[in-house]
T-cell receptor
Framework: AQSVTQPDIHITVSEGASLELRCNYS??????LFWYVQSPGQGLQLLLK??????LVQGIKGFEAEFKRSQSSFNLRKPSVHWSDAAEYFC????????????FGSGTRLQVQP | NAGVTQTPKFQVLKTGQSMTLQCAQD?????MYWYRQDPGMGLRLIYY???????DKGEVPNGYNVSRLNKREFSLRLESAAPSQTSVYFC??????????FGEGSWLTVV
């Protein structure tokens, strides 16, 4: 069974600083990888996804993520954080067969300091 | 353009009461899912439905039942609510591709 680890529970960055959120996965084959963002009291919004091809994927709101097979990682990055990016971020993995249900990491809460 | 619609959005139950969370999608998706979200644990799969009339247990099915009566709707029932079922519940659906679309969530408190 697949699993996802987000080692950072909480991260604080200053507005305008760069951001990297870590995600490691465990899955036997090439997974489908996702990053979701959730603002307080809101639902989940898909930031970006990786299925195949170019290992650097671009998403919405200026986010990008890089798939590194050798490290089983799919880290999320943003060059310059805005105060509105404060939210909780979830990495998720899905197999390419069967029920294709997402397995989520436990999330990283991002706080942005002015 | 509704996507995945969940009702109710907020609910408070007393221990032992029953209730049904409703979910409907208007995107003609075959697969539907129910997840629960708890602090520090991300989202965990409760039940899954690959198509009308079929359901399958996920990671945390105990205390829940589901019903997929038609392609649009996938309901989640708590027969006898317990405080441990206080959570945020998300319904989701997926077309033949791999992107899953989520509803806006249902906040349930069991007292």
């Amino acid at each position: 069974a697949q699993s996802v680890t987000q080692p950072d529970i909480h991260i604080t960055v200053s507005e305008g600083a760069s951001l990297e959120l870590r995600c490691n996965y465990s899955y036997g084959a090439t997974p489908y990888l996702f990053w979701y963002v959730q603002s307080p009291g809101q639902g989940l919004q898909l930031l970006l996804k990786y299925f195949s091809g170019d290992t650097l994927v671009q998403g919405i709101k200026g986010f990008e993520a890089e798939f590194k097979r050798s490290q089983s990682s799919f880290n999320l990055r943003k060059p310059s954080v805005h105060w509105s990016d404060a939210a909780e971020y979830f990495c998720a993995v899905a197999p390419d067969t069967g029920r294709r249900a997402l397995t989520f990491g436990s999330g990283t809460r991002l706080q942005v300091q002015p | 353009n509704a996507g995945v619609t969940q009702t109710p959005k907020f609910q408070v139950l007393k221990t032992g009461q029953s209730m049904t969370l409703q979910c409907a999608q208007d995107m003609n998706h075959n697969s539907m899912y129910w997840y629960r979200q708890d602090p520090g644990m991300g989202l965990r799969l409760i039940y899954y439905s690959a198509s009308e009339g079929t359901t399958d247990k996920g990671e945390v099915p105990n205390g829940y039942n589901v019903s997929r009566l038609n392609k649009r709707e996938f309901s989640l029932r708590l027969e006898s609510a317990a405080p441990s079922q206080t959570s945020v519940y998300f319904c989701a659906s997926r077309p033949t591709g791999n992107t899953i679309y989520f509803g806006e969530g249902s906040w349930l408190t069991v007292v």
